[in-house]
């Protein structure tokens, strides 16, 4: 998904946060291709919203979608398996479909679903958030404390959740529209936090290029599963600029961003790459405006303002 629920590339590699770079150019190139892969992320919320217009609903979207990225995480999956030292068995095959089931595909249906009524910059915060979902699932399945750093980031983020709810209230009006896309997109960055929850494991033992190639062809087969089984084959007589959005959304907010931040976190450490992904929220917020006609009002500047302080708060180191 493309989104803080990003992608595997941007979350399951977690090399040291410090530099890694050994040169100048080295991390100049680095921290590009970070801010590169953000905007990448940042872009699918405006091209699901281009593309509604056109006839074209959630499931058949996004079938089209993962149709499209499908061919690149087989590719990727067969080269891990190439350079693999064993063989995926049955509590692996598992443990992937679990982490494709809910890290990708879940997830992206119901962003799919919530954008329908919400604004593409109000959906790009409230995924955002998905960090302060793990300390809270955490804390209560697995016991963990909460610090007081914590509740000071999750009142910072939910705050600025709220001040932008209030926003699109004022400009889109329906009030039951609006919740009911929130809460669908905050089911979406429910099922990312669970997957991140479970995912550790098996990237120690599997490395994050099979899971990522293989949780992600799970998620590309049940979306396209899904499409079969619910939609007539005739509802893919769509315009054709339902297909280049498609496309786009595949190659440009999928695909790349994929292999971008993955390059980043090589070159430059998960650290750095973890803060040019902070400006995923401001980029969708600029592109919503200039290419939706979204609004920008100073009530949603300061919500963004807030939910980025408080990812920042949560992830500084000690």
Request: hydrophobic share 55%; proline share 4%; glycine share 12%.
């Amino acid at each position: 998904m493309g989104s803080p629920r990003a992608t595997a590339a941007r979350t399951n590699d977690q090399p040291a946060a410090g530099m890694v770079a050994t040169s100048d150019g080295g991390a100049r190139l680095g921290m590009a291709f970070a801010l590169l892969g953000a905007v990448g992320f940042s872009f699918k919320a405006v091209l699901v919203k281009l593309a509604y217009p056109y006839g074209v609903d959630p499931v058949g979207l996004l079938a089209l979608r993962m149709a499209f990225a499908l061919p690149f995480f087989l590719l990727m999956g067969w080269k891990a398996e190439r350079k693999a030292s064993f063989r995926l068995d049955r509590r692996d095959l598992a443990a992937l479909f679990g982490l494709g089931l809910f890290g990708y595909y879940l997830a992206s249906y119901l962003d799919f679903l919530g954008l329908q009524y919400i604004t593409a910059a109000l959906e790009r915060l409230i995924l955002f958030i998905y960090p302060t979902l793990v300390i809270l699932l955490s804390a209560a399945f697995l016991g963990k404390p909460v610090t007081g750093r914590a509740v000071a980031a999750l009142c910072l983020c939910y705050s600025g959740i709220g001040l932008a709810m209030v926003h699109d209230l004022r400009v889109a009006g329906e009030a039951g529209e609006v919740l009911l896309g929130c809460a669908l997109v905050f089911g979406s960055a429910l099922s990312y936090a669970l997957y991140l929850m479970g995912n550790g494991e098996v990237v120690g033992r599997l490395g994050s290029s099979r899971v990522t190639a293989w949780a992600s062809t799970v998620a590309c087969l049940l979306c396209i599963g899904q499409f079969l089984l619910t939609r007539p084959l005739a509802s893919l007589a769509l315009p054709w600029q339902v297909y280049g959005l498609s496309l786009a959304m595949a190659a440009f907010s999928t695909v790349l961003p994929v292999w971008l931040v993955s390059e980043a976190i090589r070159r430059i450490g998960a650290g750095p790459v973890a803060l040019a992904g902070t400006s995923g929220p401001v980029v969708t917020m600029l592109l919503g405006w200039l290419l939706l006609g979204e609004s920008i009002g100073p009530v949603q500047v300061l919500g963004a303002t807030l939910v980025i302080a408080g990812v920042l708060v949560m992830s500084r180191r000690r």
